[in-house]
């Protein structure tokens, strides 16, 4: 075992130093945040439905510890002044919303939340989001490793979907957060085809949308790197179109569209049609092979569709909700309050944030909050279209790529409320803000 002396032995010739730990536990952050490996930190009384609420309800992640030991690291540094190292705040407009919006979720949670215990520590995993954004923005690992580690990660979380998607079940990989599914299981997300169900991909994410969302993110990231290296990232970019087929997650499809029209309209990009082709043909011959297509058409069949019947109403509460709290309601209580402004009987599984992301924050902190979290998209989209005419002529792949994901984001975020609500969206959430004020400060950070 090693003594005090040789582990500051270590330190000193910088093969454990701060900065490398720093590292180290940032890459398994990155690549383990998709695992629900996780405890049960706090949760309000009993549901009056009876059944356990994970919405009310507050949950400490193997990824929350290692990003807090890299922040820990990272911090380090500083504390001790033995470097000169500057701390880099990012683009000014970007990060001082985001501090603005995170002091609002803390002093919103004293003032209005009932449930304040469940609103503070939500309030903290922001605060904590916050110090990854931080991380990001002073490089403790460059974008192309966390690039690396997110193309890993979720990677590997598609082929976790691949296989349950061929089985049509779990793979037993509890261990790893991997959900309880099964064709037969209630409250597992199926298709309906011809009189059988069809289950959905989740790897190990809570949901198959929140898998389709973070197939749509590293799918796009991937685009970054594809104008250069088109045959080394081929097959990523082939991995997550797939998963995001299996996932049958409507929101991410349409984002993906969305991507595809902004960033061509606003390019002088020309794509070959043989590199087209390959890619189109890769991905059809899966989907055929893996019988895609007839899910798909079944998925978008808005006929019988009890989910979208299901989320019309959640915003008819939503709305009536916010007529009678413009101030908020605090976080997380959202769920809590629902019964309260319907006349009808809600199932337990309707009790359920509204699946729209900026009706659900201005209802849960009021307008003020929920135009402040708007104003983050809108001011980080407007900062890169002056960024694109400032630099005319110029290369401007980077930042049409980000003003891409950032619409597509929004889509989402107007369908789901898991870039609000679940870790794994929240991580996605703060990623991309990261990414888009450290290109407006330093342009050259996706060389």
Not at 92 to 117: N, P, R, S
Request: hydrophobic residues 55%.
């Amino acid at each position: 075992m090693l003594k005090v002396s040789q582990i500051k032995l270590l330190m000193h010739k910088k093969i454990f130093s701060p900065e490398k730990l720093a590292k180290v536990f940032l890459g398994i952050f990155l690549f383990i945040f998709p695992l629900q490996i996780q405890v049960l930190l706090f949760s309000e009384v009993q549901h009056f439905t009876g059944v356990f609420q994970p919405f009310t309800s507050f949950f400490f992640y193997a990824a929350d510890l290692c990003l807090m030991v890299s922040l820990m690291f990272f911090s380090w540094r500083f504390i001790k002044k033995k470097t000169e190292t500057i701390f880099e705040f990012g683009s000014m407009y970007v990060t001082g919303l985001l501090v603005f919006f995170v002091l609002m979720l803390i002093l919103h949670t004293f003032f209005f939340a009932e449930h304040k215990v469940l609103a503070l520590l939500i309030s903290l995993r922001f605060l904590e989001l916050l110090g990854l954004y931080f991380l990001v923005i002073n490089r403790v690992l460059s974008f192309m490793q966390i690039f690396r580690f997110l193309a890993w990660g979720i990677g590997f979380q598609v082929l976790v979907g691949l296989f349950q998607y061929i089985f049509q079940g779990s793979l037993g990989l509890s261990f790893l957060g991997e959900p309880i599914l099964g064709k037969n299981v209630a409250n597992v997300a199926k298709v309906d085809l011809n009189g059988d169900k069809i289950l959905r991909a989740y790897g190990t994410f809570p949901h198959p949308n929140i898998f389709g969302g973070a197939a749509f993110f590293a799918l796009v990231i991937t685009f970054t790197r594809l104008k250069n290296n088109f045959y080394v990232w081929l097959p990523w970019l082939i991995l997550f179109g797939f998963g995001l087929l299996i996932s049958f997650s409507r929101s991410a499809f349409v984002a993906v569209i969305a991507f595809i029209i902004f960033y061509f309209a606003l390019s002088n990009f020309k794509v070959r049609a043989r590199k087209v082709l390959i890619v189109g043909t890769l991905l059809l011959s899966l989907a055929i092979i893996f019988n895609v297509p007839n899910v798909l058409m079944q998925r978008f069949n808005p006929r019988n569709d009890s989910a979208l019947l299901s989320r019309i109403e959640n915003l008819e509460i939503s709305k009536s909700m916010l007529l009678a709290n413009p101030l908020g309601v605090g976080l997380g209580n959202y769920t809590d309050k629902m019964q309260n402004y319907t006349l009808a009987r809600l199932e337990p599984w309707d009790f359920q944030p509204v699946h729209n992301i900026f009706l659900l924050v201005t209802n849960e902190i009021g307008v003020l909050g929920g135009l402040v979290y708007a104003s983050l998209f809108f001011v980080s989209l407007v900062l890169l279209f002056r960024y694109l005419r400032l630099r005319r002529g110029r290369p401007k792949h980077h930042a049409l790529i980000l003003i891409s994901l950032g619409f597509g984001m929004m889509i989402i975020g107007l369908f789901d409320h898991y870039f609000f609500t679940l870790f794994p969206g929240q991580v996605l959430w703060i990623l991309y803000f990261a990414l888009v004020s450290g290109f407006l400060d330093d342009e050259a950070v996706f060389k």
